[in-house]
């Protein structure tokens, strides 16, 4: 009687695997792989311009706050003098990035306190206080 080399069984086995496409990569790794591809779409090949992103709509501005930055070789106090004498008010100090928000006084508008607060000695911009949403306003509730 002859007997065969390979045993049936693991042949069996390394077929199916064969047939199924199994491979040693985990779930995440395909993945991941998927996302670090050249063809991911949002992965622009070499020489190509970047995809175009959909740009913030509904930019929206604080009505009375202004954020100031200042020269930090100046410092800070020309700025708050000129706060307390324009009728303003500070209601944060950022200390860590040399600015101050304030809240301009009623009757006042945010151009003209814009004008008024770049004059001050020692002031580097002035900018409008943004407003940035990161929740949907109206969050969709799901049925079940």
Known sequence: MTRSLINPSILLAAAVAVACGCS????????????????????????????????????????????????????????????????????????IISALAVRIPDGKTLDESIEYFEKVKGVVSVSKDRIYQIDDPKPQLELL
């Open 24 to 95: 040693t990569m985990s779930r995440t790794e395909k993945q991941l792989s998927r996302v670090d591809s050249f063809e991911s779409p949002d992965i622009p090949a070499i020489g190509e311009l970047p995809p175009v992103r959909p740009q913030q709509t509904g930019l929206m501005y604080s009505k009375n706050t202004l954020i100031i930055s200042y020269d930090e070789g100046i410092g800070k106090v020309p700025l708050q003098r000129a706060v307390r004498k324009y009728g303003a008010e500070v209601i944060y100090d950022y200390r």
